[in-house]
């Protein structure tokens, strides 16, 4: 397996533009988390979903911010309008295991470096 | 609420000496500790975690960890470093009964080995 693949790699866009992060997690594995990370903040949990589900956005910072999850192997996270505060690495990572349940471990892409200039 | 703190932000090691990347949790209730490692623009890769059971837990690339509940300890360990581990660490830990979001990841150790 490939691992979880993360596109783009690295992302610069203008304030106020819209950007699109994607993931797509391993195969089989039916829990997916976004994560981000920043020098000030380490890594903060943005959003989990459990086979294709929501479950806990609380992490999200602001309205600007949405994620979805249309089939097993497929995410994205958006954010629009986009601020030079959301400058960051965004991770995106898979477990074979719901999270509560099991002491599964998550598996992490290579994450995207966003720049908002 | 949950937390863990890894208390040095830097380590130095000579190649070939022994480590200890130190880590210490603050939960309610029985914790399940994770260590990740990570490489420079890479993203987090699972090193070792404990559940349960024996308190030395060995995980990837010759690391173990040993859980040390009465210190609320799980520092990391190897018994001869190599350039090669030279990369950030991050110990995680969360509850059972816990959902995702109550996996806290400390604030990240720098390893540094020297040749």
């Known amino acids: 397996d490939a691992g979880v693949i993360q596109s783009p790699r690295h992302e610069v866009t203008e304030m106020g533009q819209e950007v699109t992060l994607r993931c797509k997690p391993i195969?089989?594995?039916?829990?997916l988390f976004w994560y981000r990370q920043t020098m000030m903040r380490g890594l903060e949990l943005l959003i989990y979903?459990?086979?294709?589900?929501?479950?806990?956005d609380s992490g999200m910072p602001e309205d600007r911010f949405s994620a979805k999850m249309p089939n097993a192997s497929f995410s994205t996270l958006k954010i629009q309008p986009s601020e030079p505060r959301d400058s960051a690495v965004y991770f995106c990572?898979?477990?074979?295991?719901?999270?509560?349940?099991?002491?599964?471990?998550?598996?992490f892409g290579q994450g995207t470096r966003l720049t908002v200039v | 609420a949950q937390s863990v703190a890894q208390p040095e932000d830097q380590v130095n090691v000579a190649e070939g000496n022994p480590l200890t990347v130190k880590c210490t949790y603050s939960?309610?209730?029985?914790?399940?500790l994770f260590w990740y490692v990570q490489y420079p623009n890479r993203g987090l890769q699972f090193l070792l975690k404990?559940?349960?059971?024996?308190?030395l837990v060995k995980g990837s690339y010759g690391f173990e960890a040993e859980f040390n509940k009465s210190q609320t300890s799980f520092h990391l360990k190897k018994p001869s470093a190599l350039v090669s581990d030279s990369a950030l660490y991050f110990c995680?830990?969360?509850?059972?009964?816990?959902?995702?979001?109550?996996?806290?990841f400390g604030s990240g150790t720098q390893l540094t080995v020297l040749p």
């Open positions: 990572a898979s477990s074979p295991f719901a999270q509560g349940l099991l002491g599964g471990e998550a598996f």
């Open positions: 195969s089989g594995h039916n829990s």
């Open positions: 979903f459990n086979n294709n589900v929501p479950i806990d």
């Open positions: 939960v309610s209730g029985n914790p399940y």
């Open positions: 404990y559940i349960t059971g024996d308190n």
């Open positions: 995680a830990v969360r509850v059972p009964s816990g959902s995702a979001r109550q996996l806290t």
